[in-house]
């Protein structure tokens, strides 16, 4: 009996695992599908539309209708889209609108699912060095610096000067007044772009100068004592939003 009742019990334990990894299959499945509507911009379409059909929905985002249907399949399979069989409309509920679409800003998880494929593209890198040790180089992750910069700006664009410039006692106000700004590593100029607009008297320009020489080592660097009339944010030349401006 007791033979018995541990093999039941083992054999409900291998079914409710297997249960389990097939779920995360289907939802690793998933995320790859999330990401791709994120890139193309379907859950931005649909969220501005009422239920609508598949044509309808591709001419919005202007893509192939083709992919949409197939698309719209799995979302609605995964219980991310609401499907109306009657009509044949397809419509994306507010509740999951505000988690997947870029008016979400830093909680648009959509975007998010996009390290899932970043991932998958150094899967074979990662097998061989398990057999063969070593590493995977950063220049293997091709993405990653449009995935951060894109993560980034979502942050700073809810968060920025209303809550991390203030962290700073007295920023806000000598931006206004006038200090000479160098962000450092800026990546895509996102963040100094946004500095700019958001004050005023801001002056947004190319660093065209060549680098000043370096110092000693225990030298200050000073700045002048004079006053400047504007903010002036320095960028390299590389640092301009994805679509080219300032």
């Not at 593209?121 to 990662?126: G, K, M």
Request: charged share 15%.
């Amino acid at each position: 009996m007791t033979n018995t009742v541990e093999a039941a019990v083992e054999g409900r334990a291998v079914e409710a695992f297997a249960e389990r990894m097939v779920g995360v299959l289907n939802d690793a499945s998933l995320a790859l599908m999330a990401s791709i509507g994120h890139q193309v911009g379907l859950f931005d379409a649909m969220a501005g539309l009422a239920p609508a059909t598949s044509d309808q929905i591709a001419r919005t985002a202007q893509l192939h209708e083709r992919y949409v249907r197939e698309w719209l399949g799995v979302m609605t399979t995964a219980g991310v889209v609401v499907h109306d069989p009657a009509d044949g409309t397809y419509h994306l509920p507010t509740a999951h609108a505000a988690s997947l679409t870029r008016a979400a800003g830093p909680g648009n998880l959509a975007a998010v699912m996009q390290f899932i494929p970043l991932l998958a593209t150094v899967d074979s890198s990662v097998v061989r060095c398990f057999r063969e040790g070593g590493g995977v180089p950063y220049s293997e992750f091709h993405d990653f610096h449009r995935l951060m910069a894109e993560d980034s700006a979502a942050l700073q664009d809810v968060a920025l000067t209303g809550a991390i410039v203030p962290l700073v006692d007295g920023l806000a106000g000598r931006l206004d007044e006038g200090i000479d700004v160098a962000d450092i590593g800026c990546g895509s100029g996102h963040a100094i772009n946004r500095l700019a607009q958001t004050f005023p008297t801001a002056v947004s320009s190319a660093m065209t100068s060549p680098p000043r020489p370096s110092k000693p080592p225990g030298t200050r660097l000073r700045s002048s004592s004079s006053p400047t009339p504007r903010s002036k944010f320095a960028m390299s030349p590389t640092c301009r939003n994805p679509d080219g401006s300032t």
